[in-house]
């Protein structure tokens, strides 16, 4: 079963503007990471926060986690046109044996320039 | 780039045949995985591995099979292809934590 669910499922926003993605999930983790994926390619990882950690950044990228609500936020700021992917959000945990990522569905970003 | 290969790239096959999807990664990461992904939709995991030996079924219930014999090799069978499996099939590593993903296979079944 899914763990995370993204949201919203598609933003579309010009460029320039700030693009904010969520990510809710069901059980208790270790990390959540944010990955990339543009049509028809597979997955580039951007960033990963561990669950003691509330917030971090990479480049324009900035990452929010709340444990106690069971969600995360990723943050695009001052979004280019080459932003334009899809957004999912994994969490990994150690559950069953060694655990493993799952992901969640994924919001589709559009940045028009 | 992630040192993480996957072929072929897309594959056009009839109903009935056998194929297997080759992935390889040379960076001695002993976890791998298989997700299945249809466009536009979330990934689904299929198969996991460990180390060489070690292979588990994913979440999602698939009719393919997969082999762990050398650590850098995780080859994903499917014995007789069906319309059903038309999808397209990521390949991942992953090592403290984050995972390196293929390019992908977008396999169709005609």
């Known amino acids: 079963s899914q763990q995370g669910e993204e949201d919203p499922q598609a933003l579309s926003i010009q460029e320039g503007e700030n693009a904010t993605m969520n990510c809710s999930y069901k059980?208790?983790?270790?990390?959540l990471q944010w990955y990339r994926q543009n049509s028809g390619r597979g997955l580039v990882h951007l960033i990963l926060?561990?669950?003691?950690?509330r917030e971090k950044h990479s480049g324009r990228l900035r990452v929010t986690l709340d444990t106690s609500k069971k969600s995360s936020s990723l943050l695009i700021t001052a979004s280019r046109a080459a932003d334009t992917a899809s957004y999912f959000c994994a969490t990994y945990n150690y559950g069953g044996s060694q655990g493993n990522l799952i992901f969640g569905k994924g919001t589709k970003l559009s940045v028009k320039p | 780039e992630a040192d993480i290969y996957q072929t072929p790239r897309y594959l056009v096959i009839g109903t009935g045949k056998k194929i297997t999807l080759e992935c390889s990664q040379t960076?001695?990461?002993?976890?791998m995985y298989w997700y299945q992904q249809d466009p536009g939709m979330e990934l689904h995991l299929i198969h996991y591995s460990y180390g060489v030996n070690s292979t588990e079924k994913g979440d999602l219930s698939s009719e393919s099979t997969v082999s762990r014999i050398r650590t850098e090799h995780f080859p994903l069978t499917l014995e007789s292809a069906r319309p059903s499996h038309t999808s397209q099939y990521l390949c991942?590593?992953?090592?403290?934590?984050?995972?390196?993903f293929g390019q992908g296979t977008r396999l169709t079944v005609v």
């Open positions: 991942a590593s992953k090592y403290q934590g984050e995972a390196f």
């Open positions: 059980t208790s983790i270790n990390n």
């Open positions: 960076m001695g990461h002993d976890k």
């Open positions: 926060i561990r669950s003691n950690e």
